[in-house]
């Protein structure tokens, strides 16, 4: 997961003989303490209204001061609970500055004890139903004034404070060292059609004079219908999202857990729009579905990054790997428009595999997310599933005449490609715009240089292209194997890799896009940057025949790595002419690096193990970089 962290400016004064400190601005990750599957909105408010006392009770809230001493009058101290204070204290965590509602330590006199009530109106729900709401206080250098809320639910309908029958889900204390805006979510324990919840700000020894007890907001309260597990497999049983997105940048909203163990394929499932899913060895070159799950939201005009986890609170039976798979659709149940594909999202590992996307939204647009777990049969495993969360966050928009929009800085692990060696072409440093449906990174293989081109894909030298990733990554990178198998390289001759960069553009076919080439390109918002030229060798040119890069006998590549398929070790030889540092790396599929170790290799044959039993099951490269390269591929049990 990626947080973007804001820099907050603070201005600090005194008031009734306490410093303050504004915030300026903040950002926050998502906390569950239950599951939260919301398929239907029982309540929803986002405190951007009328927040007094007066305004709370017009939307069916009821306050209630419950402090020891004197409560002050308004002049000298606040009322149990105010509209947002932007001036003393922080920001909203969405809407309006002050669209929350909020409550502080001068609602008690002197150093008394502090406990303000707020009731939400009574709603029909069941047991399992999901509340939710965002909190906030204000940063604190430490000794900090700790603020703490307590989370209340009624079954009777009954409002007081002094009714016997509330029960008390959660008590904690709200994050004095940062003031993140924070999500905390509950599940209702009992069935009620008159069930009440609230929210008390309780702290001992608070006021003016007190040790405790300094400032607490709350913002964007939901209720929502809870989801069984299976129930969401068809398109037209959709759960809603919407209240996952809105929020400010950089803040990650936490949806879930969901559970698709005993989902399955529907009849209705789309038959495109995934063809970049992986099936059946991380390929892609055979995708299927097996469990899909499904989920709606409806466009604001922002731009989101979407992508799951198996490890947020609240998951019992994690998501096998989180080897989730998206696929993106407009238009209605039935009559789906595919618009993104994801396998393998930008937080993969070598371990972990979820499934991640950024995309733009039209205001009022509603957009369905299918979720399917990753066949892993032909890999030694099984069909991935379990319990997930989604991650969602609204990211910046950027234009196609952004100034910070370029293609980054190109490099290449060789120009002299032998037979049976990898190339390595990376570009670090990208970014592109994020306008329209379609943006991100890719790479273009030409027979000749496309430096600066606007248009790259009508270029008469293209040759082919890789797929088109989004977001774009610090490093992108791709490889390319001389091993014969691409037609359209022919050894003996010269070619380039070129990264291009881009927005603005649409899609080619009726299928989802996978390739840059299923893409047409606005040329007013594509990039592309420096070509790397590549030699691309035959076999036995004198080249190759060269320092560390000096075959083994029965080895075209000069570098032998077994046993192949491997479970726990793995072994690498090679020889060289000379003593020298070398690097061994281990590639996945998509050129991600999984292991790196350093070695002083002798003049002759060299034998290094490397331990491999934390690899998932797959195919790999083993890569040899010292005076040149040479790489190898195996396959990992």
């Known amino acids: 997961m990626i947080v973007v962290l804001i820099a907050c400016a603070a201005v600090g004064y005194a008031q009734n003989g306490r410093s303050m400190r504004q915030k300026i601005a903040v950002t926050s990750v998502s906390r569950n303490s239950f599951p939260v599957n919301p398929a239907a909105v029982i309540f929803t408010d986002n405190m951007n209204g009328d927040n007094s006392i007066a305004g709370l009770v017009a939307r069916g809230y009821t306050t209630y001061w419950r402090g020891t001493g004197v409560q002050p009058l308004p002049a000298d101290g606040s009322p149990e609970w105010y509209q947002g204070d932007t001036v003393n204290f922080i920001t909203s965590y969405n809407g309006p500055a002050d669209g929350y509602v909020a409550s502080d330590y001068s609602s008690v006199a002197d150093s008394n004890d502090m406990d303000n009530w707020l009731v939400l109106p009574a709603q029909n729900v069941a047991a399992g139903d999901s509340f939710s709401f965002w909190a906030s206080t204000v940063p604190q250098n430490p000794p900090p004034y700790v603020d703490s809320l307590r989370v209340m639910y009624n079954p009777t309908g009954a409002t007081l404070p002094e009714d016997t029958n509330w029960v008390e889900l959660d008590r904690f204390e709200l994050d004095w060292t940062t003031g993140a805006w924070t999500r905390y979510a509950y599940a209702i324990p009992t069935a009620s059609a008159t069930g009440v919840l609230a929210i008390r700000h309780t702290v001992p020894k608070s006021g003016p004079l007190g040790s405790n007890g300094y400032f607490a907001g709350v913002d964007q309260i939901d209720i929502f219908n809870n989801v069984s597990s299976g129930t969401f497999d068809d398109c037209a049983n959709a759960v809603d999202i919407n209240a996952g997105f809105g929020g400010a940048?950089?803040?990650?909203?936490?949806?879930?857990?969901?559970?698709?163990?005993?989902?399955?394929?529907?009849?209705?499932?789309?038959?495109?729009?995934?063809?970049?899913?992986?099936?059946?060895?991380?390929?892609a070159s055979a995708p299927e579905l097996n469990n899909t799950v499904w989920f709606t939201f409806t466009g604001d005009g922002n731009n989101y990054f979407v992508e799951s986890t198996n490890t947020c609170a609240g998951v019992v039976n994690p998501f096998d790997d989180g080897d989730t798979q998206f696929a993106l659709y407009s238009g209605t149940c039935g009559a789906l428009v595919p618009l993104k594909c994801n396998e393998d999202g930008p937080s993969a590992t070598s371990t972990v595999y979820p499934a991640g996307f950024e995309f733009g939204t039209q205001v009022g647009t509603t957009y369905y997310l299918m979720v399917d777990g990753f066949n892993a049969t032909a890999l030694g495993g099984g069909v991935s599933n379990g319990e997930f969360c989604l991650l969602i966050s609204r990211v910046p928009t950027i234009a196609c005449n952004d100034a910070s929009v370029n293609p980054g800085t190109t490099t290449q692990n060789t120009s002299n490609l032998c037979d049976g060696d990898t190339l390595m072409v990376s570009t670090a440093g990208a970014v592109s715009p994020n306008a329209g449906d379609y943006y991100g990174i890719s790479w273009i293989i030409s027979s000749a240089d496309i430096t600066g081109s606007t248009d790259p894909l009508n270029d008469p030298s293209l040759i082919a292209t890789y797929t088109f990733t989004s977001p774009v990554p610090a490093t992108s990178t791709r490889q390319f194997i001389n091993d014969g198998t691409a037609s359209f390289i022919v050894p003996g001759n010269t070619y380039y890799w070129t990264p291009v960069v881009f927005g603005n553009a649409v899609q080619s076919s009726a299928a989802a896009p996978v390739f840059l080439t299923d893409l047409t390109l606005d040329p007013t918002c594509t990039y592309t940057g420096t070509s790397q030229q590549v030699n691309v060798l035959l076999p036995n040119d004198p080249l190759c025949i060269v320092g560390i890069n000096e075959h083994l006998a029965g080895s075209k590549t000069g570098i032998v790595a077994y046993p192949s398929p491997a479970q726990d070790v793995l072994h690498v030889d090679f020889t060289s002419r000379t003593q020298q540092d070398a690097v061994i790396e281990i590639t996945d599929y998509t050129g991600r690096v999984v292991l790196s170790t350093a070695h002083t290799v002798t003049s002759g044959i060299n034998t290094v193990e490397l331990n491999v039993k934390s690899l998932a099951a797959g195919t790999y490269f083993v890569a040899l970089k010292g005076d040149s390269s040479r790489n190898v591929k195996f396959v990992k049990q």
């Open 249 to 283: 940048l950089g803040v990650v909203n936490s949806m879930g857990p969901y559970d698709n163990s005993t989902a399955t394929v529907s009849p209705n499932d789309p038959t495109a729009g995934w063809e970049c899913f992986g099936e059946p060895d991380g390929t």
